[in-house]
């Protein structure tokens, strides 16, 4: 018993050394999505580039898709890979409502909350039905496409469309390529499987609990 409470405490102690330089960097960035430096795209490679990179140096929202992902891999069959579609869908309807100059309000805390509630469901293990996961990444989806908008606003046709076929090919890859690793990792071993899956749910829920905190502040 007290070598598997050593192990237990030495794992802990080494996850708070992975997570602490990513918390680190996350506060002064909570803010900092624009990939153009807050310049909005004018030309399609510019608009492309910036949809691509806007849901991976947004820390907030790349923990979501990890979510996502990890959600997804709980599902059997076409169902892993076609949810995630309706969040992808949903956060090109959540940049056209913020384009069309409507408000939503507590955009980017509601997005932490999703975050953190995402990866204390991963920590639960629950499985849930594929249609409820789907409606779930469809409402959070809206949120999170709310925030994307803000990057291009003002942007003519041409740049506002490359953006959003990059950010929904970036989204949909990340998550898809996370359940085919989760399945892949599973082929491998259940136990190198469990222990990816329970450090992901660890890293969504601290980034998740750091930005609703940083926004709450």
């Known amino acids: ?15 708070g050394l992975l997570m602490a330089p990513g918390i680190a960097l996350a506060a002064p960035i909570a803010h900092a999505h624009h990939a153009m430096g807050g310049a909005t795209p004018t030309t399609f490679m510019q608009g492309l580039l910036s949809g691509i990179a806007h ?3 947004g820390l907030d929202h790349l923990a979501f898709l990890l979510v996502a992902a990890l959600l997804s891999a709980t599902l059997t069959g076409h169902a892993r890979y076609l949810a995630p579609l309706a969040f992808v869908a949903a956060t ?13 309000p507590m955009a980017e805390t509601v997005i932490a909350l999703s ?3 995402g990866g204390i469901a991963v920590l639960l293990k629950r499985s ?41 090919l970036i989204q949909y890859a990340v998550v898809a390529g996370g359940v085919r690793l989760l399945e892949l990792l599973a082929a491998r071993s259940e136990r190198l499987q469990s222990g990816a899956v329970r450090f992901s749910g660890l890293f969504a829920t601290a ?8 926004n709450l502040s």
């Open 115 to 117: 975050v953190l509630l």
């Open 207 to 214: 980034v998740g609990a750091l930005f609703l905190g940083l």
């Open 128 to 168: 849930l039905p594929a249609l409820l996961i789907a409606v779930l990444f469809g409402l959070t989806g809206v949120y999170h496409g709310y925030a994307y908008g803000e990057s291009i606003v003002g942007a003519e046709q041409t740049p506002l469309a490359s953006y959003l076929i990059g950010f929904a």
């Open 1 to 15: 018993m007290k070598n598997r409470a050593n192990v237990s405490a030495t794992r802990s102690r080494s996850f």
């Open 55 to 57: 849901p991976v140096i």
């Open 92 to 104: 090109i309807a959540g940049t056209l409502y913020h384009l069309s100059a409507a408000d939503l």
